[in-house]
């Protein structure tokens, strides 16, 4: 079985003095990137929302669907690695890394990227502005290094899809986060179209989970009093589309020119 190229990350720093003038905080105490592929922590720009969405709420779906893809990647890795008599009760038997699986997972760990960008560019007191078009080109090539990574830990016996088959959906997800990179200018406009389809989004859609929110409310009566009420908010049912053709894992090949296989995350040019 042949892999992709494992993508380099950034050392964690290892400064112990700063210029007080130029970071607001020690770039030390800055929480180091993870080299994990699927992402496994969400506590650093992500950002939910309330589901279930309303129209228009690209954002939050995109991170809800990208973090449940991220989790099912992982779950399936743990059924590798568990004896066979000893599967985790959160593992599921229709877990598999799909083509949607796999794209989503990608973006979720490019938004990872992103935000550690962001958290870096956003100590610098004067943070230097970032063209849009630049910001394209740095996020194009960190979108090709993820992919990478994830080829890289792809579950035995199953396929990537070819790069160029889910580059368009890579880079219009990633751009409903642009502003995460702190400062971006020439950012153009957004139009009324819809930056992708809710259907690219497959089962890991928010729509598809049930959803339970507990509410608090006032007593008409005396305002001091409140009683909280479960909000229960039923999963629509998921009707697979055909799936998509899949590149054998066997044969998988990336359609890049051969000095731009290995490519790391983050480029050392980041301030």
């Known amino acids: 079985m042949s892999h992709c190229p494992t993508a380099s990350l950034p050392a964690a720093p290892v400064a112990a003095t700063y210029d007080t003038s130029k970071y607001l905080h020690n770039p030390a105490s800055l929480a180091p990137l993870s080299a994990a592929f699927p992402r496994n922590s969400w506590s650093e720009g ?3 929302g309330l589901p279930p969405y309303h129209s228009g709420e690209h954002a939050y779906q995109l991170c809800w669907a990208a973090r449940e893809a991220s989790k099912c990647w992982e779950r399936v890795l743990s059924r590798e690695h ?4 000893d599967l985790s009760s959160s593992i599921q038997a229709s877990d598999v890394v799909d083509a949607t699986c796999f794209k989503l997972a990608v973006v979720d760990k490019a938004l990872e ?3 550690f960008l962001g958290r870096k560019r956003a100590n610098v007191i004067r943070p230097p502005t970032l063209k849009y078009a630049d910001w394209l080109t740095d996020t194009d090539t960190m979108l090709e290094a993820v992919y990478h990574l994830a080829c890289d830990q792809l579950p035995c016996g199953t396929a990537a899809p070819e790069y160029h088959t889910i580059q368009s959906f890579l880079r219009s997800a990633l751009n409903v986060w642009c502003q995460q990179a702190v400062r971006v200018t020439n950012v153009p406009p957004r139009n009324n179209k819809e930056p992708f389809a809710i259907d690219d989004l497959g089962r890991f859609a928010a729509k ?3 959803h339970r929110h507990r509410v608090l409310r006032e007593d008409v009566n005396d305002r001091t009093k409140f009683s909280s009420t479960v ?3 039923p999963a629509e049912t998921y009707t697979p589309a055909a799936a998509p ?3 054998p894992s066997s044969t998988a090949e990336v359609s890049l020119s051969p000095s ?3 490519v790391p995350l983050v480029s050392s040019q980041t301030s």
């Not at 568990?82 to 008599?85: I, L, M, Q």
Request: aromatic share 18%; charged share 20%.
């Open 46 to 48: 992500a950002v939910f």
């Open 82 to 85: 568990a004896d066979s008599g």
């Open 113 to 115: 990227v992103n935000a």
């Open 208 to 210: 598809y989970y049930e």
């Open 231 to 233: 909000v229960v908010y």
């Open 245 to 247: 053709q899949l590149v």
């Open 260 to 262: 731009r296989r290995l």
